[in-house]
């Protein structure tokens, strides 16, 4: 264990509410053991976090490379921006504190591993993959190459962050149905279609594995499907970021 076989990647994926890691067959696409995830540390400061990675790498008796993603604006392995979990992540070299891993945006990591396993491979054109979670993280494609750092959970509506209204967790927060939860996404959905006129859209996240208690109810000029690889992108997309 922790040996890289072929093309074995430890891929950490930290969200707002949980941290999650597995080793990846980037060949594959798959998780070759079963994940370990810690809770996200309250407050979420860096070296708290630091720690949750640190005791996956141990768990799984790593030695090989590691890739993690984080919620927020990744420039170089430095974050820049830091919605979801403590504010004092801001300016940090994450790449230097995660001891040398690759270090990408959570959203642009799930949006990578779809591209190339799951339902954006092949695609051409605009795709743009969303995650609804802790907030709503964002990867946009143009044929195939990301851009990076979008971070269009932070479009405003209704005078607030799109996120507040239209998250995972503001469905959980405000005790929403499934279907008037759709409502909020819908109004969201319409104002990126609006913006970027994709030709197509993934909906990833903990909500994927769940789609067909919300997707019916979404009606767009694009075509919107649940994230092939659900909730499971983000460590592959971080593992497929660290191969060597």
């Given amino acids: 264990m922790g ?3 072929g093309m074995n990647v430890l891929g950490i994926d930290i969200g707002g509410s949980g941290i999650k890691g ?15 995830r810690i809770p996200t540390p309250e407050p979420s400061r860096p070296e708290a976090v630091a720690d949750a990675v640190r005791q996956i ?18 420039v170089e392995g430095v974050v820049r921006t830091a919605a979801n979990v403590d504010r004092s992540w801001i300016g940090v070299d994450a790449a230097a ?4 891993a690759s270090v990408l945006n959570d959203a642009d990591a799930a949006g990578v591993a779809e591209m190339r396993f799951g ?3 092949g695609e051409k054109g605009t795709v743009l993959m969303l995650t609804f979670g802790t907030g709503i993280g964002s990867a946009l494609f143009r044929d195939g190459v990301l851009v990076p750092n979008t971070e269009l959970g932070h479009l405003e509506l209704h005078g607030k ?7 995972s967790r503001a469905r959980e927060e405000h005790d ?3 279907e008037k939860w759709a409502e909020r996404v819908q109004e969201y959905l319409e104002h990126v279609e609006m913006l970027f006129s994709p030709s197509l859209v993934v909906i990833g996240g903990g909500v994927s594995k769940k789609a067909e208690k919300f997707l019916p109810h979404i009606k767009l000029r694009t075509r919107v499907v649940p994230a092939g690889l659900q909730n499971e992108a983000g460590i592959i997309g971080a593992a497929l970021a660290a191969r060597p």
């Fill in 161 to 167: 962050d799109a996120e507040h209204r239209a998250s």
């Fill in 3 to 5: 040996e890289v076989t």
């Fill in 119 to 121: 339902c954006g491979r």
């Fill in 97 to 100: 504190l995660f001891g040398g």
């Fill in 22 to 36: 597995a080793p990846v067959d980037t060949d594959a696409g798959e998780l070759t053991e079963e994940r370990l």
């Fill in 57 to 74: 790498r141990e768990h799984f008796s790593w030695t090989g490379p590691v890739g993690v993603t984080f919620p927020g604006v990744i």
């Fill in 176 to 178: 929403l149905s499934w």
